[in-house]
């Protein structure tokens, strides 16, 4: 700088512009940014799946792999069953209680095991099919109680001479019913009734043939009795007193019956007519395939008189006894429920003579036929 203050000109450097002959670089930092058109062919390029499972390993899913491990060998060393028998006794029971009674007979036939244990399960499974196909029936058509199981201090009551005086008009013989046997058969009334009653109805069942094909019962003049006839009660009988020690023997009575009710209210049903009646209990086609007696508690008729001729059977749409239909209720009320000890009662306080010991009949238990043998109901 001068003494006088001004700059030197000289001193300092200029910027001289570049020439035409000169090359000129320019240094950029950073990358680049790509064009749109770029991006477009990069996202056209196939993409590679480097994706893999990762392997769990820990304690956990080591004992969870264990227990399935555990649980396939297990399946596979159990032995597949191969046959009804190989099932679980209890499995064997439940499904031989929705069969019919007529069903389980036949199973007896299979073999020795079946027959054993059916036998042995015997009482279980006749409780279950009654309670599943024929709970009205039950409890409309009890059985008698054998005398043996009658007590002691009743026993000498319906022995005594005035008492059997007093049944002659209940032990009159019947066609179609063999008379009850006081010394094998309690002779209460709620007893002869209900012998009466299940005799009656497998005589029923024996004519629902002709019924059903409208040919007439067999006749039998008065006074005579033909062996045909005294066979067909004495075989009642026995099947009578063999459901009195088999409760699968009652189901069967049932059944029969069941099917006799359901073939008699189709049969008496007249169809489409100008005046016609509506099908008792309202029965279907579809409740009749079913095979119970749930459509029997609806409400009909009462059965208050015993069919004592076989001639009753022509007129006979459906015989429940032991029950009326309560109006306030809407629901059949049965009344055969502890009837029995209620008679029994009776007799004692009426008929108690001075006798200490009466004579019983040895009553043998029967146990169901062998597996060669045929059953006959």
């Known amino acids: 700088m001068s003494a006088t203050g001004h700059e030197n ?3 300092k450097p200029t910027a001289m512009p570049p020439s035409d002959d000169q090359e000129i670089s320019i240094i950029t930092t950073g990358s680049r940014k790509a064009s749109r058109r770029d991006r477009i062919i990069d996202e056209d390029e196939p993409l590679v799946d480097t994706t893999a499972k990762l392997t769990l390993k820990s304690k956990k899913t080591d004992r969870a792999k264990r227990r399935v491990e555990k649980k396939q060998k297990k399946v596979a060393t159990s032995p597949t069953p191969t046959s009804l028998l190989n099932l679980p006794a209890e499995l064997l029971q439940e499904i031989a209680g929705y069969l019919q009674p007529s069903d389980v007979f036949q199973l007896l036939q299979v073999n020795r095991n079946v027959y054993d244990f059916i036998q042995s399960n015997e009482s279980t499974i006749a409780r279950d099919i009654i309670r599943r196909r024929y709970f009205v029936l039950s409890r409309c058509f009890p059985l008698p109680v054998a005398f043996e ?8 009551s319906l022995l005594s001479d005035r008492r059997q005086d007093m049944l002659q008009i209940h032990k009159k013989p019947y066609q179609h019913v063999k008379g009850i046997d006081p010394l094998n058969i309690c002779t209460c009334m709620s007893c002869v009734f209900s012998w009466n009653n299940l005799n009656m109805i497998l005589d029923l069942s024996y004519w629902q043939k002709n019924l059903n094909e409208r040919e007439p019962i067999l006749m039998i003049p008065r006074g005579t009795a033909p062996e045909w006839n005294r066979k067909l009660l004495e075989a009642n009988a026995a099947i009578v007193e063999r459901a ?11 059944e029969k019956h069941l099917k006799t009710t359901v073939q008699t209210i189709f049969r008496t049903f007249r169809g489409r007519k100008t005046v016609h009646p509506k099908r008792l209990y309202h029965l279907t086609l579809v409740e009749a395939e079913k095979e119970t007696d749930e459509f029997l508690e609806r409400s009909g008729p009462p059965s208050y008189e015993f069919p004592w001729h076989r001639d009753n059977y022509y007129g006979l749409e459906a015989y429940v006894p032991n029950r009326k239909w ?3 209720q809407e629901r059949w009320l049965y009344y055969a429920e502890g009837l029995h000890e209620r008679d029994l009662e009776w007799v004692k306080q009426r008929f108690t003579p001075n006798v200490t010991s009466v004579p019983v009949r040895e009553h043998v238990t029967e146990q169901l036929p062998r597996p060669d043998s045929k059953i006959q109901l």
């Not at 199981?149 to 000498?156: C, T």
């Not at 009195?244 to 049932?254: F, G, P, Q």
């Open 326 to 328: 309560s109006k306030e």
């Open 244 to 254: 009195m020690d088999s409760r699968l023997v009652h189901a069967a009575i049932l």
């Open 9 to 11: 000109v000289q001193d």
């Open 149 to 156: 199981n009658v007590e002691s201090s009743a026993r000498p």
